[in-house]
């Protein structure tokens, strides 16, 4: 871990790269990231330097190299080997507000705001302080 522009994704990648150069099958290669910006540099990068190094005709063989996040990682784990999760797929930032917005009524979000997004939004920025901060939910005042 270190601050943005550290130079943790070129230090990644350069690591990567040696180790497929030095005969490691991408296959055998997992790389995980925070975010999947972040997972999609860290993959631009090591294409790159792969092309540069074993050319064009090598880089079919990267597909099986994983670089992303560890939720991506877990998820294709259970679709791989627990055949009920075949069809789930992982709850974005998107895919939550979408969640919130279609279950607002029911969630009693109104209690929290008047209009509809924002109560949305505030719940995003709550359980986020939440689990950065790792505040037991259970300690947290219901309102009564």
Not at 41 to 51: D, F, G, P, V
Not at 112 to 122: A, N, S, V, Y
Request: hydrophobic share 40%.
């Amino acid at each position: 871990m270190a601050c943005a522009g550290a130079g943790k994704t070129e230090a990644i990648s350069r690591c990567i790269s040696t180790l497929i150069e030095e005969g490691v099958e991408p296959e055998q290669i997992v790389a995980f990231t925070f975010t999947e910006r972040a997972a999609k540099s860290l993959r631009t990068r090591i294409t790159k330097r792969i092309a540069d190094v074993k050319g064009q005709s090598f880089l079919d063989r990267l597909n099986p190299m994983f670089v992303g996040t560890i939720h991506a990682y877990c998820l294709r784990l259970l679709q791989d080997h627990v055949p009920e999760f075949g069809n789930f797929d992982i709850l974005d930032t998107n895919r939550l507000a979408g969640l919130l917005s279609r279950e607002h009524r029911r969630l009693e979000l109104s209690k929290i705001g008047t209009k509809h997004w924002r109560p949305i939004f505030d719940f995003f920025r709550n359980a986020d302080a939440v689990e950065n901060e790792q505040i037991d939910p259970q300690s947290l005042s219901n309102g009564h």
